[in-house]
């Protein structure tokens, strides 16, 4: 069964350094999101991305975090300059349909956890 | 905004019990909802979702949930629980214009004793 898959596992960064988390989504679908979960909290909507353009964003979403779909499998997170709340565990999602479609199920990865020192 | 509570932040059941998770959201327009499941160690799965039409949704794995819109739930059943349902539970909603962005309510989670 295909699945979206995300690296790297566990990321340690100092604060104020860029990291660059990676996703593959399912090959035939053509919507992609990331969401977060900061320990202990809700799973939270960061950003929607379709057709090489952010559909929707949260608050959360600063000019501090950029997406990217590099390529034709790879769609990635960036965070520029990390801050010690930016710690938590980061999932990837894909989606072959959006909106009101039976077909608009997200699929998420195994999620990357980032600790910022 | 649009939020989804759950109630239950953990629940610890004996095996062969019944369960029933709540879950509410609020949004007064066209939804899709959903229980995601969470096994340790493992990322978020769809156990079942709500679209349209009857509102008693079956899932996998012996789960379903009841859609009841003039009470803004869609509360997770089991049966007859069993030790491999041990995980963190999600009831989530998909709304908003574009439908694009999913929220999670804040999980329960689940302990079967053996």
């Known amino acids: 069964e295909p699945e979206v898959t995300q690296t790297p596992s566990h990321q340690v960064t100092q604060m104020g350094q860029e990291v660059i988390l990676r996703c593959v989504p399912i090959s035939n679908h053509l919507y992609f999101y990331w969401y977060r979960q900061i320990l202990g909290q809700k799973v939270e909507f960061l950003v929607s991305?379709?057709?090489?353009?952010?559909?929707?964003k949260s608050e959360i979403f600063d000019d501090q975090f950029s997406v990217e779909r590099p390529d034709g499998s790879n769609f990635t997170l960036k965070i520029r300059s990390t801050k010690l709340e930016d710690s938590a565990m980061y999932f990837c999602?894909?989606?072959?349909?959006?909106?009101?479609?039976?077909?608009?199920?997200?699929?998420f990865g195994p999620g990357t956890r980032l600790t910022v020192l | 905004a649009q939020s989804v509570s759950q109630h239950n932040h953990h629940v610890i059941l004996s095996e062969a019990a019944s369960l029933e998770l709540g879950c509410n959201y609020s949004?007064?327009?066209?939804?899709?909802l959903f229980w995601y499941v969470q096994y340790p160690g493992q990322h978020l799965q769809l156990l079942l979702k709500y679209f349209s039409g009857d509102p008693l949704v079956k899932g996998i794995k012996g789960f379903e949930a009841e859609f009841i819109k003039s009470k803004f739930s869609f509360n997770l059943r089991k049966p007859s629980v069993q030790w491999s349902d041990t995980a963190e539970y999600f009831c989530?909603?998909?709304?908003?214009?574009?439908?694009?962005?999913?929220?999670f309510g804040s999980g329960t989670r689940l302990s079967i004793r053996p």
């Open positions: 999602a894909s989606s072959e349909l959006a909106g009101w479609s039976s077909y608009n199920e997200q699929f």
């Open positions: 991305f379709y057709n090489n353009e952010i559909s929707e």
């Open positions: 989530a909603v998909n709304a908003g214009s574009s439908a694009s962005k999913i929220i």
């Open positions: 949004y007064g327009g066209t939804v899709n």
